[in-house]
């Protein structure tokens, strides 16, 4: 089967309405899979002024705002107009990326037209709970995931150590990796910018602690804040710059009213900024792969990260940075203290993350999908001789 055989109806809950880490990766999949020659549709919740311009053909499926996160939109429908659409395009892969309504209805509109579905994991969804105190939830979520996912004939896991918890909660089987890669023309080391740096308020002999990307309590929000204030009490200079914007803003400014704010940022003036913070502080524990992680190394900065599944696949640690308790403030507030007193340990760690950095070309890790695509269709076809489904 050629890639030019493929026909892809991906479904997603945001393809670019608000940017993450999870709709750059979808929209960079879609680039690379119309450059090969697949047939590419991408299905999705749209607004008026989108936070960038989509990748490929976009159809507008049915959404309302989620209560308390306005700015996301919930797909709550699959109307005949948009099932017209399908098969007028005839895909024969049908892409999921969010286990939400639209998902589910999506998977089940592709088992009863006997096409393979392809699941790909972006974020711990049932991790989220946790931060908005419903842990009650996390079973119910769990069962709805493990539905969605065993319906599909194949799982794309962004690491290693994603896959092995999918696993484990019983998914799925037939689980394979889709890594994630890094524009390194944008992140490099070369975007260090010391007047820059300079001209927001981060002094030459101040190490400058990076936060990056959603302003979000999910983003652990509350364990930066901590260690910042633990880490303040060992009397060393530095200056936490807060990269990305949200929702959670003014709570985290006022939990850090030292800190400097850049809002959103995009582009170069995103990769001057990485690259000129001196370490990257990572407390999240939502993520599925940890594409700022990736991106702060790519700029020759070491990582401290809760030792999770977003950071295990790339932070090494007392290698390329260090992993600690994800609810011990005194071990993040302690790798702070042991890079501020070192900077060549910094800078060695920092050396070794981009080394990393170097080996994770996109279009070699979403050759990967189309791999996947295929074992699916193959899967798919043989389950329908065999059964009759």
């Known amino acids: 089967m050629q890639p030019s055989d493929l026909r892809v109806a991906l479904f997603s809950g945001n393809y670019n309405y608000v940017r993450d880490g999870a709709n750059q990766a979808l929209n960079r999949l879609v680039g690379y899979l119309l450059r090969q020659g697949v047939h590419v549709r991408v299905y999705s919740p749209t607004v008026e002024n989108p936070a960038f311009p989509a990748t490929g053909d976009l159809v507008s499926v049915p ?66 709970l946790a931060y908005y105190h419903l842990q009650a939830l996390e079973p119910l979520a769990r069962g709805i995931m493990r539905r969605f996912y065993h319906r599909c004939e194949v799982v794309l896991a962004p690491a290693a150590s994603t896959a092995e918890i999918l696993r ?16 390194r023309d944008q992140f490099n080391p070369e975007r260090r910018d010391m007047e820059w740096r300079r001209s927001i308020g981060i002094a030459d002999d ?5 936060f990056l990307g959603r302003v979000v309590m999910e983003k652990g929000l509350d364990v930066f804040a901590d260690a910042i204030h633990a880490f303040a009490e060992l009397g060393l200079k530095h200056k936490a710059l807060i990269v990305g914007e949200g929702p959670a803003r003014p709570w985290f400014e006022e939990q850090l009213p030292d800190a400097i704010f850049t809002g959103e940022i995009t582009g170069a003036d995103l990769a001057r900024a990485v690259a000129s913070a001196d370490v990257f502080l990572n407390p999240s524990i939502t993520e599925a792969f940890g594409n700022v992680t990736l ?55 920092g050396q070794r993350g981009l080394e990393i950095a170097r080996t994770m070309d996109w279009d070699t890790i979403n050759s990967a999908v189309i791999r996947a695509y295929r074992h699916a269709i193959i899967k798919r076809e043989r389950l329908s001789r065999l059964t009759g489904r």
């Open 295 to 349: 991106e702060s190394m790519a700029c020759g900065l070491p990582v401290i990260a809760a030792e999770s599944t977003g950071a295990t696949n790339l932070v090494h640690d007392g290698v390329t940075g260090m992993l600690v308790d994800g609810t011990d403030i005194e071990e993040f507030a302690g790798a702070l203290a042991a890079y501020a007193r070192d900077p060549e340990l910094r800078q060695r760690h």
């Open 168 to 183: 484990a909660q019983r998914m799925n089987r037939d689980i394979t990796l889709w890594s994630r890669g890094i524009d």
């Open 63 to 128: 959404a309302i705002p989620i209560p308390g996160r306005s700015e996301y939109r919930l797909p709550i429908s699959l109307p005949s107009r948009i099932r017209r659409d399908l098969e007028a395009f005839a895909p024969n892969i049908v892409h999921v990326s969010s286990p939400d309504i639209v998902g589910h209805r999506a998977v089940t509109w592709a088992r009863r037209h006997k096409i393979a579905a392809v699941a790909s994991v972006h974020t711990r969804f049932d991790t989220y």
């Open 206 to 210: 101040e190490m400058a602690i990076l």
